[in-house]
């Protein structure tokens, strides 16, 4: 199962692009909602989420990725949540992804998920990643992987299509929708 959280204020590229691609490749991804169903992204698009986070059940489930989309304040809406730190957790304790763009690799740097890795972000928030920081786009290492923010969207769900369906499959979803 693929999670992708989304909180109040999320930056709604950065949720729809890994979303969209991760459906293309067959693969389940449910959408879990901070608090509710009902989410409004930062630039006020309303988001019905597939559960909320209330409804979640970590017992009954393999995680194979957890997903946090950034945007302000989602970012932070995000980091409060037991579920979420629940979730991510979970995921590095059974070796699943973990995976962040924007601002939102800060929350896996205050849960010192990152110590000992490698990882980018939106620019500014390098100094809460508590890690060696890169200038690329997107980063993998290890399990986890972060991407510096929405022009940069689809290639982030470009690569978590690539570690959880293979490189040939990345490659047809992005031929298919004319990412060259």
């Known amino acids: 199962m693929i999670y992708e959280f989304l909180a109040n204020g999320f930056e709604e ?19 879990v909602g901070i608090g509710e169903r009902k989410v409004i992204g930062a630039r006020g698009v309303e988001i019905k989420a597939d559960l909320a986070d209330s409804d979640l059940d970590f017992s009954e489930k393999s995680i194979d990725m957890v997903i946090l989309p ?3 304040p989602g970012t932070k809406n995000l980091e409060a949540s037991a579920v979420v730190q629940k ?7 059974s070796g699943s992804f973990v995976a962040a763009i924007c601002a939102a690799p800060s929350i896996l740097g205050h849960w010192g998920v990152l110590k000992g890795h490698e990882a980018t972000c939106y620019p500014g928030y390098e100094s809460e990643l508590g890690c060696k920081v890169s200038s690329l786009p ?3 290492s290890d399990k986890i992987i972060t991407a510096k923010g929405a022009g940069v969207a689809v290639d982030f769900g470009l690569k978590l299509a690539e570690v959880l369906c293979g490189a040939e499959k990345s490659k047809e979803i992005r031929k298919s929708i004319q990412c060259m």
Do not use: F
């Not at 969209?20 to 991804?29: A, H, V």
């Not at 979730?87 to 304790?93: S, Y």
């Open 138 to 140: 997107v980063v993998q």
């Open 70 to 72: 950034g945007g302000m």
């Open 13 to 31: 590229v950065e949720a729809m692009a890994p979303l969209d691609i991760l459906r293309r490749t067959g693969l389940q991804l449910t959408t």
């Open 87 to 93: 979730a991510v957790e979970h995921c590095i304790k």
